[in-house]
């Protein structure tokens, strides 16, 4: 039969406004993580990176921050901007793996 | 320098037919993935190749699918015969070798092709 998809979760932020999206890993071996900005008809693309031995990291109008001990990943973005709507992603993996493990994605829209 | 690319950008076809999607890598690059994201959930890990090589192959769904990088350049997949599942978008990803493991290897993506089984 016809499978059901998860509806993404979204937040909808007005332009020029802070932008927070949140997400939750599993596994405590993951130790690199990086967000992924996925706009309509292109493939995910790389935003910011961080390693399990840092909590914050910070680029262009955007910040991860890492919480280790309670497996939560964040990225926040500064003056959202209308180009910043888009669906993200976090993504994880280990040392020792070979695959990134994707999140089910957050999709973000710009209000101008 | 050219992107990942992948072809076709979109195919529809019937239940029980065969499709062959491809990736062309970023020149150079050993380490090529293939993901898939079905009907808006997370985005699934296929399988790395490194050169010709399949380094890892535990995500690939059942045999009804087929990944080959033959000369270890371009990669195709392969389904045979599709089912309605089979249907979301498919992404490669290639990375710079030197290492098998991705970390602080980031992965450059393609635009995806957007697969449909009627």
């Known amino acids: 039969g016809e499978s059901v998809g998860l509806h993404l979760p979204t937040l909808s932020v007005q332009e020029g406004d802070n932008s927070i999206i949140n997400c939750a890993y599993s596994n405590s071996a993951s130790d690199y993580f990086i967000w992924y900005k996925q706009e309509s008809g292109k493939g995910p693309q790389f935003i910011i990176d961080?390693?399990?031995?840092?909590d914050k990291r910070q680029g262009q109008r955007v910040t991860v921050l890492l919480n280790k001990t309670v497996k939560h990943l964040s990225l926040q973005i500064a003056a959202t901007q209308p180009g910043d709507s888009a669906v993200y992603f976090c993504a994880e993996t280990s040392n020792t793996g070979n695959q990134f493990y994707f999140g089910t994605g957050t999709s973000l829209t710009v209000i101008p | 320098e050219a992107g990942v690319t992948q072809f076709p950008s979109h195919s529809v076809i019937e239940k029980g037919q065969t499709v062959t999607l491809r990736c062309d890598p970023i020149s150079g690059h050993d380490n090529l993935y293939w993901y898939r994201r079905v009907m808006g959930k997370e985005i699934k890990f296929l399988l790395h190749f490194v050169k010709e090589s399949k380094q890892d192959e535990s995500g690939m769904p059942n045999n009804r699918f087929l990944a080959e990088r033959t000369g270890g350049t371009y990669s195709t997949l392969k389904v045979q015969p599709a089912e309605l599942e089979d249907s979301g978008v498919y992404f490669c990803?290639?990375?710079?070798?030197?290492?098998?493991?991705?970390?602080?290897?980031?992965?450059?993506f393609g635009p995806g092709t957007r697969l449909t089984v009627l």
């Open positions: 990803a290639s990375s710079p070798g030197g290492f098998t493991g991705p970390l602080n290897n980031e992965q450059f």
């Open positions: 961080i390693r399990s031995n840092m």
